[in-house]
């Protein structure tokens, strides 16, 4: 079992740049992909982004490609999504999935992922 658990979420103005953290816990000694998606209140879940085990293979959305980054520190088993030039409508609770079934594909598609943590709010402020 892997538990996730975000954290960094919070109330922001446009423009201003923030850092989510996922802390990887439990079955830490498999590799696994990691992936970031949101949903804001009305939306569907939306991928973001992800990054395959060896950080070999990184995908954005369109919607965020050049304004968030991905990047993780094996050591601390935590990845983190850095997301700068934040907009309104980047307003939602993001989420970070994991998937150790395929470890090697950075997914872009929910259901490739097998666990999920709760979420962290991001509101951006106009």
């Known amino acids: 079992q892997v538990q996730l658990v975000e954290s960094g979420g919070g109330l922001v103005q446009a423009g201003d740049s923030l850092t989510l953290s996922c802390a990887v816990s439990?079955?830490?000694?498999?590799?696994?992909?990691m992936g970031w998606f949101r949903q804001a209140p009305g939306k569907e879940r939306e991928f973001v982004g992800s990054i395959n085990s060896r950080g070999t293979a990184i995908n954005y959305s369109d919607s965020v490609k050049g304004r968030f980054a991905i990047s993780k520190d094996n050591a601390k088993n935590t990845v983190y999504l850095q997301m700068n030039s934040l907009k309104p409508e980047d307003t939602a609770v993001y989420y970070c999935?994991?998937?150790?079934?395929?470890?090697?594909?950075?997914?872009?598609?929910?259901?490739?992922?097998?666990?999920w943590g709760l979420g962290t709010q991001v509101t951006v402020s106009p």
């Open positions: 999935a994991v998937d150790i079934d395929r470890p090697w594909v950075a997914h872009v598609v929910g259901n490739d992922y097998d666990c």
């Open positions: 439990g079955r830490t000694d498999r590799p696994y992909t």
